[in-house]
C-alpha cells in the first residue's frame, strides 16, 4: 500500500472526516491527496504528531480564502481543516475580547 493510500485509510478510521480532493483544492499548483477535520482539539493534536512521525507534509486551512498567499509549498501531502474546530471559549464582554478557536468564521463569531 503506498504512503498516502496508508494516510486515507488512517484518517478514515480515526477522523471519519476524509475528503479527496480535486484540482481545485490546490495550493499554489501543489495538490494535495486529501483533506482530513480533526473533530476536536486532541483529535487534531493526534494527527500533526502523527504526521510528524509519518514524514507527512501538511497545511492547515480554516475558510480557505488567503490559502494562495504566501511561498509555494515543495510538497504538500494533506489539508487539516479546522473547520470542525469553531467554537467560541471566552467571551469578555467589558473587555471586548474573545477567544475562539481556528475554524470560526467571522460570521458565526458575530452572531
Do not use: Y
Amino acid at each position: 500500500m503506498s504512503k498516502m493510500k496508508d494516510i486515507s485509510v488512517l484518517l478514515q478510521s480515526e477522523f471519519g472526516d476524509v475528503v479527496e480532493l480535486s484540482e481545485a483544492a490546490a495550493v499554489s499548483g501543489v495538490l494535495p491527496e486529501c483533506e482530513a477535520a480533526p473533530k476536536n482539539e486532541d483529535a487534531a493534536h493526534a494527527l500533526v504528531t502523527w504526521c510528524g512521525k509519518n514524514d507527512v507534509a501538511f497545511i492547515p486551512v480554516g475558510g480557505g480564502t488567503k490559502i494562495h498567499i504566501g511561498a509555494q509549498p515543495s510538497r504538500c501531502d494533506l489539508l487539516i481543516s479546522t473547520r470542525h474546530l469553531n467554537s467560541v471559549l471566552e467571551h469578555d464582554e467589558g473587555n471586548a475580547t474573545v477567544q475562539v478557536q481556528s475554524g470560526i468564521s467571522l460570521d458565526d463569531l458575530n452572531e
